[in-house]
Each structure stands twice: as structure tokens, then as C-alpha cells.
């Protein structure tokens, strides 16, 4: 079966611009996540959806970050403005029954 | 609060030697835990998981971690390493069940020929 899907693989910016991240999970997979991982760090929940619910986006920068799940499949991940402390790897997972999540290759942002 | 500590940033081994990542986590009672790899440009595959039973956990590619309450340690291991192993190592913890993944900050490991 086809893996989580994410586009672009990478993203070069400059500072204040927006920018999207788009991401198609696993079929079948009602979770969704969205993972933040800075340099030299593990990854980080920014906000797991469950079908087109926000149950936990406690982690997300609300005022520069948002989120949606329109269809309770496709998900997009928009920054605006981009700031320069923004720079890392945007990682998207998902996950069915068995509750194991599964990564894409991840979103690299650079912010100039 | 919920932690994992990965006390090792780079390990170097050679070929055909045996491997231990070390990880210890903070959590008040017995947590899920994994052990995830990411290779350069790809995304975090899941070696192995524990949720309860056997502390002996067999995962994919010849891995294996023992899961050691008293000492709050989920050790990764393999009895003798390719070069294909070369990658970046994460232990996370989930406390409760799954749907909340805590990291470590890696382990990377290089393999010499």
C-alpha cells in the first residue's frame, strides 16, 4: 500500500512570506498528525486530528499556524509569515486501528 | 512531565559489531514505547514497539529492545551491524497509548567499513 504522502520535499522562503505543507495519509487512516523537527531534535506533535477534528493542537503556534482536514483525509499545514526560527522539517503521520503511527519523507523549510 | 532522554548524540561502530542505544524515559506509570529509525531524507520507520508482556521486544531488520522498569530503560540492540544501519535512531514514548508521541533528540549511528 501507498505511504503517507507529503509535498514539496523542500520549501526555501524568506522571512514574512506564507507558506503550505499538503499531506495524504495512509488510506483508511482516520489520524492524522503533523510533526515539527528542528535540527539535532526529535520530532515534536504540533496537532493530531481525528477524521476532520482538531483533538490536540496544543503545541501549535496559533497565531502564525493553521491547520485543516477539510474531508477527514488531506491535510495542509500553512505558516503566515514565516519567521526565521521556523526553519525544520515538517513531518506528517497517520494511523488506523492498530494506533502505530507512519511518517512521510517530511516538508524541509528553510526561511531566509 | 513526560521524558526521554537518549544519553548517546553519535555512536560509531564497525561492521559485524554489536550495537546498543541506550534510552531512559519519565513517566509516572508504564508507558508504550518505540523505537523509530530515519534515514537521511526519508522519513521515521517504526523498528519496534512494547506495550506490555515479554520485556524482550523483536523488531524488523534483526533489532531487538528489553524494556527494564527498575531501571526506566528501553535499551535498542543488534547482535552485529551492516553498513546499511548507518541512520538516526529515536526512542519515543507514549504515555497512556499511542496517540501522543514524546522523542528523544537521537541517537546517530555510523557504521565503519
Known amino acids: 500500500e501507498a505511504g503517507v504522502v507529503q509535498s514539496p520535499r523542500y520549501k526555501i522562503i524568506e522571512k514574512k512570506q506564507p507558506v503550505a505543507f499538503w499531506c495524504n495519509p495512509i488510506?483508511?487512516?482516520?489520524?492524522l498528525y503533523w510533526y515539527r523537527q528542528n535540527l539535532g531534535q526529535g520530532p515534536e506533535l504540533l496537532i493530531r486530528?481525528?477524521?476532520?477534528?482538531?483533538?490536540?493542537d496544543s503545541q501549535l503556534p496559533k497565531d502564525r499556524f493553521s491547520a485543516e482536514r477539510l474531508k477527514g483525509v488531506d491535510s495542509t499545514l500553512k505558516i503566515q509569515p514565516a519567521e526565521l526560527g521556523d526553519s525544520a522539517v515538517y513531518l506528517c503521520?497517520?494511523?488506523?486501528?492498530?494506533?502505530?503511527?507512519?511518517f512521510g519523507p517530511g516538508t524541509r523549510l528553510t526561511v531566509l | 512531565a513526560q521524558s526521554v532522554t537518549q544519553p548517546d548524540i553519535h555512536i560509531t561502530v564497525s561492521e559485524g559489531a554489536s550495537l546498543e542505544l541506550r534510552c531512559n524515559y519519565s513517566?509516572?506509570?508504564?508507558?508504550?514505547l518505540f523505537w523509530y529509525v530515519q534515514s537521511p531524507g526519508q522519513g521515521l520507520q517504526l523498528l519496534l514497539k512494547?506495550?506490555?508482556?515479554?520485556?524482550l521486544v523483536q523488531g524488523i531488520k534483526g533489532f531487538e529492545a528489553e524494556f527494564k522498569r527498575s531501571q526506566s530503560s528501553f535499551n535498542l540492540r543488534k547482535p552485529s551491524v551492516h553498513w546499511s544501519d548507518a541512520a538516526e535512531y529515536f526512542c519515543?514514548?507514549?504515555?497512556?497509548?499511542?496517540?501522543?508521541?514524546?522523542f528523544g533528540a537521537g541517537t546517530r549511528l555510523a557504521v565503519h567499513p
Open positions: 503521520a497517520s494511523s488506523g486501528v492498530t494506533d502505530t503511527q507512519y
Open positions: 488510506s483508511g487512516h482516520n489520524t
Open positions: 486530528y481525528e477524521n476532520e477534528e482538531a483533538v490536540d
Open positions: 513517566y509516572g506509570a508504564t508507558p508504550y
Open positions: 512494547y506495550f506490555s508482556g515479554d520485556t
Open positions: 519515543a514514548v507514549s504515555p497512556g497509548g499511542y496517540n501522543k508521541l514524546i
